[in-house]
């Protein structure tokens, strides 16, 4: 629950809840009829032949020169603090967050210099294993970047303020796994990224990712893509068309539904589409629920209905679930050598990028204790 906000409660007492008294209506009108009387007076007397010389005192009247120009400096409305927030923290609900980060210009161009950043989303219960892995990969990058951390509500992250974490936390709630609150904590991240109008590609890990690449590398691959990077695929049996319910047609038709893993890369387009979606995210709320999961078929399955020519329908990041069972293949340090490394990166799994055949995995999942 969030605290009442001050604006909530001066609404109360600019609007009465309690209706007004008949004689107050009454007053009311003869107010209102008194005020046009009275602007018609002061514009009868502005034309009069005095005109010049009432003009300024008037002119101040109406436009006072303090309500326009006092302390622009400091508090007047700019462009600076919106297109790139200076605080992460806020007291937006996710509606109201969703609903402002869901707003695009209809306008070519930008009014600012604009350089697109990386906004790397890391979705954890708590620490950072490989934080100090993080900050090397990012050092010397700055301003093509930014980093965000949804946590367990009242957990700080424990870092110094040199690290990319410093900071950046963004007003968190309880994430369940398996259940929809998944879907609203990745929803709740590129809210947030969004908000910084520079965010161009949008990147979702979690706390046991590594990058395989270095920053320049990943930087271009994906600034230059012309797809997103969501796995999308159909699988018939228990695990995929099983969980598909009914109920969702004829909005969501089995032959739509898709699954696919979690860890996302979209651009700034599905990321907006994603975050003001309300119809199919309802559906799946209501309809998916264990054993269904809507953080492996919400996503990849509303892309697939909406934007499927825009998506590369793989993941960029690695997981291992060759040793089967419900949760991925663990590596220790012993097994993160140079060579298992080389391997992602030149995995020949067969994929494309901007149509060219390619082999590429980003980050690698499930790799704990590499950093000691
Ligand atoms: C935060 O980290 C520092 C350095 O690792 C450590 O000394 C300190 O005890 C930690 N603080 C908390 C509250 O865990
Ligand atoms: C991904 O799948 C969609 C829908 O099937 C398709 O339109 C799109 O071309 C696919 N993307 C690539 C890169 O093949
Ligand atoms: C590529 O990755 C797949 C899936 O993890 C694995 O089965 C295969 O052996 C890898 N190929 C190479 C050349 O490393």
């Not at 018939?236 to 598909?244: Q, S």
């Not at 919400?298 to 892309?303: A, E, S």
Request: net charge neutral; with cysteine.
């Amino acid at each position: 629950m969030r605290p009442k906000r001050a604006d909530e409660e001066d609404h109360l007492d600019y609007f009465p809840p309690s209706p007004r008294k008949p004689w107050s209506m009454g007053l009311a009108k003869s107010v209102s009829t008194l005020v046009i009387f009275v602007a018609g007076a002061v514009l009868g007397m502005s034309m009069s032949s005095q005109f010049t010389r009432y003009c300024n005192s008037h002119s101040e009247l109406f436009f006072p020169r303090m309500m326009y120009s006092a302390n622009c400096d400091k508090e007047c409305l700019g462009i600076g603090k919106f297109v790139r927030p200076a605080h992460l923290m806020h007291s937006m609900t996710d509606d109201e967050l969703f609903w402002r980060a869901s707003m695009a210009p209809r306008r070519d161009g930008y009014p600012f210099r604009r350089v697109p950043k990386v906004a790397f989303m890391f979705l954890t219960r708590g620490p950072l294993p490989f934080a100090p892995l993080w900050d090397r990969f990012f050092s010397g990058h700055q301003g093509l970047y930014s980093v965000y951390v949804h946590t367990l509500p009242d957990y700080k992250l424990n870092v110094s303020e040199t690290s990319v974490f410093y900071g950046r936390q963004i007003p968190s709630e309880v994430v369940e796994w398996g259940t929809i609150s998944l879907v609203d904590a990745e929803k709740r991240l590129l809210a947030n990224a969004l908000l910084d109008f520079s965010n161009q590609r949008f990147v979702l890990l979690s706390e046991s990712c590594i990058p395989v690449f270095n920053f320049p590398t990943i930087y271009k691959y994906l600034i230059n893509s012309v797809h997103s990077f969501v796995e999308s695929y159909d699988e018939d049996g228990a695990c995929g068309r099983g969980r598909y319910n009914h109920h969702m047609s004829p909005d969501i038709e089995l032959s739509q539904w898709r699954k696919g893993s979690e860890w996302i890369e979209v651009d700034r387009e599905l990321a907006i589409d994603i975050v003001a979606d309300s119809k199919y995210y309802s559906l799946f709320r209501k309809y998916c629920k264990p054993a269904c999961y809507s953080d492996e078929h919400y996503i990849p399955t509303y892309l697939y209905m909406f934007r499927g020519s825009f998506n590369a329908n793989r993941s960029l990041t690695w997981v291992d679930w060759s040793r089967g069972g419900p949760h991925p293949a663990r590596y220790g340090s012993s097994s993160i050598t140079e060579g298992f490394i080389d391997s992602i990166r030149n995995n020949r799994t067969l994929c494309t990028y901007n149509y060219e055949p390619t082999s590429t995995f980003i980050s690698l999942r499930e790799s704990l204790h590499l950093v000691h």
